[in-house]
């Protein structure tokens, strides 16, 4: 797609749709990030440290894959996990 000869419309709702599947990825992680409590036996394993750490490791080897700039990445992901970490410990607490 050469993006010069594109309005800044088309740009909008191509840049619109991506965002709706970014939220629809967003949202399935979400399902399985919920399904994974049911496999926690322990405040230790909801947290799971190594993996984090993993996963963070793993993350900034595909920004850079894709030329995106780590601390973006970093960012983004330290946030959501942190989101999701908290509420799969407060479904986990109340599974117990």
Same mark, same amino acid.
């Given at each position: 797609?050469?993006?010069?000869?594109?309005?800044?419309?088309?740009?909008?709702?191509?840049i619109?749709?991506?965002?709706?599947?970014?939220?629809?990825?967003?949202?399935k992680?979400y399902?399985?990030?919920?399904?994974?409590?049911?496999?926690?036996? $322990?405040?230790?394993?909801?947290?799971? %440290? @190594?993996? +984090?750490? !993993?996963?963070?490791?793993? *993350? &900034?080897?595909?920004?850079?894959?894709?030329?995106?700039?780590?601390?973006?990445?970093?960012?983004?992901? $330290?946030?959501m996990?942190?989101?999701f %970490? @908290?509420k +799969?410990? !407060?479904?986990?607490?109340k *599974? &117990?």
């Amino acid at each position: 797609m050469n993006l010069k000869k594109e309005g800044l419309e088309k740009i909008r709702k191509e840049i619109d749709s991506i965002d709706e599947e970014i939220i629809s990825l967003i949202a399935k992680r979400y399902e399985f990030v919920k399904s994974a409590t049911d496999f926690k036996d $322990s405040e230790k394993s909801v947290l799971a %440290t @190594e993996r +984090q750490k !993993e996963m963070n490791r793993k *993350r &900034k080897l595909i920004a850079k894959k894709h030329n995106l700039p780590i601390d973006l990445i970093e960012s983004v992901y $330290s946030k959501m996990i942190k989101y999701f %970490t @908290e509420k +799969q410990m !407060e479904l986990w607490q109340k *599974r &117990k």
